[in-house]
């Protein structure tokens, strides 16, 4: 509800700057109100867009584990859009984390589709890290054999945090594979 408020004001502020801009160019009242309330319509909506505020949250979305070829029994503990980097490309598509692995499944209209499982055995320690070195987005995942995935997921946070719980839980019931998460 904060954020809203500050949108809410910056939206305004912008509206009164740019009917202010628009009135003086123009030299009409009308054109300058009218300008200006357009302007702080849009500021606000592309506002609301880019930091992807809700102002009411949606429900969860289901999804049935089967039809989205995953192995009976197996629980899907988050998931969302992801890209992953094969190489140059950052291949769109879904991550999820289920309770014995970590799935990336791309689109199918990239240049380099592909559907990847890493069992959640194999993870070794999972951080965040920038795309590009500047847009703190990224997902970088250790794995036991050396090797690295990258990816780039929204609430990296959440996704840290998500797989860290996933990981320990599954070193709690094979104690000959405790993975050394320290994120």
Not at 118 to 133: D, F, K, Q
Not at 160 to 165: K, R
């Amino acid at each position: 509800m904060k954020k809203l408020r500050w949108i809410l004001l910056g939206a305004a502020a912008f509206g009164v700057a740019a009917g202010i801009a628009i009135g003086l160019c123009t030299k009409s009242g009308y054109y300058g109100f009218h300008g200006g309330f357009f302007a702080a319509f849009a500021f606000g909506i592309a506002t609301k867009r880019l930091l992807g505020l809700r102002t009411a949250l949606p429900a969860a979305p289901r999804l049935d584990p089967i039809a989205e070829g995953f192995d009976a029994g197996e629980t899907i503990l988050h998931f969302g859009p992801a890209n992953h980097f094969k190489g140059l490309e950052s291949v769109g598509g879904k991550l999820f984390l289920t309770d014995r692995r970590l799935r990336f499944r791309s689109h199918a209209f990239n240049v380099q589709t592909h559907d990847e499982s890493y069992p959640l055995g194999w993870v070794r320690h999972v951080e965040a890290s920038r795309t590009l070195g500047i847009v703190p987005n990224g997902l970088l995942v250790h794995f036991a054999d050396g090797r690295r995935e990258r990816f780039v997921v929204g609430a990296r946070d959440v996704w840290i945090a998500q797989l860290g719980e996933a990981v320990k839980a599954l070193g709690r019931q094979t104690p000959d594979r405790a993975p050394d998460l320290t994120a």
